[in-house]
């Protein structure tokens, strides 16, 4: 079974700075998805970031990227350019690529980013 | 819709009540999962569907949880005789299905709070 962990509850970060999340994962399969969700006090899961683990290169959304290390199953989030709206729980989460019939997403227990004006 | 819908957002039941939370998935989306997610955790599965037919149901925690989807669209997760342990958020996800898109995107409803007096 795979397993993904979040070992920061919380972060802070003043606006404008910069902050990464951690995450690692265990899994036995070569090939998967890794996801950022952000969740906000509405409740609504968003999606941050992707990543495909087949692929070398790092995910970026605008201000949004990410540091995957296959090998040692590691995917950190950073934030740059911190805004007042980024304030939210996120959540790592996990999904293997081709399990037909079991597409779920296994997610971390999250890290609550606070923003400091 | 233009979402995921859910609802009640918010639902109080006495101990041994039976409850039903319902899932109005984005329009044409095959796939359509519920979660489970404790207070401070992250969501865990608790069952799959791929249009009517329940492909994995292995979240469930007990006999008490049970969820269709008869007509491919709307699903209803319904508890029998409510305990406290089951106080959570139940989400609601859907995406286009495995081969439809290439990343197979999860789209959140909002949630049902669920508090278990």
């Known amino acids: 079974a795979q397993t993904v962990t979040q070992s920061q509850p919380e972060m802070s970060v003043q606006e404008a700075e910069t902050v990464t999340l951690s995450c690692t994962y265990d899994?036995?399969?070569?090939?998967?998805?890794l996801f950022w969700y952000k969740q906000p006090p509405s409740r609504q899961m968003i999606l941050v970031i992707r990543?495909?683990?087949?692929?070398?290169q790092n995910a970026t959304e605008n201000r949004f990227s990410v540091n995957f290390q296959k090998a040692a199953k590691s995917f950190s989030l950073k934030i740059s350019d911190s805004q007042l709206g980024d304030a939210a729980m996120y959540f790592c989460a996990y999904r293997n690529r081709f399990n037909f019939g079991n597409e779920k997403l296994t997610f971390g227990t999250g890290t609550r980013l606070t923003i400091i004006p | 819709g233009a979402g995921v819908s859910q609802s009640p957002r918010y639902k109080v039941a006495k101990r041994g009540q039976d409850v039903a939370l319902r899932c109005d998935p984005i329009?044409?989306?095959?796939?359509l999962f519920w979660y489970q997610q404790a207070l401070g955790q992250g969501p865990e599965f608790l069952t799959y569907?791929?249009?009517?037919?329940?492909?994995?149901k292995s979240g469930l925690p007990s006999d008490r949880f049970f969820a269709e989807r008869p007509e491919g669209s709307v699903s209803t997760l319904k508890i029998q005789r409510t305990q406290q342990e089951d106080s959570a958020v139940y989400l609601c996800?859907?995406?286009?299905?495995?081969?439809?898109?290439?990343?197979?995107?999860?789209?959140f409803g909002p949630g049902t709070r669920l508090t278990v007096l």
């Open positions: 329009s044409g989306h095959v796939s």
């Open positions: 990543q495909e683990a087949y692929k070398q």
């Open positions: 899994t036995s399969e070569s090939d998967y998805y």
């Open positions: 569907f791929q249009n009517e037919a329940q492909l994995d």
């Open positions: 996800a859907s995406s286009l299905g495995l081969g439809r898109s290439r990343y197979n995107e999860q789209f």
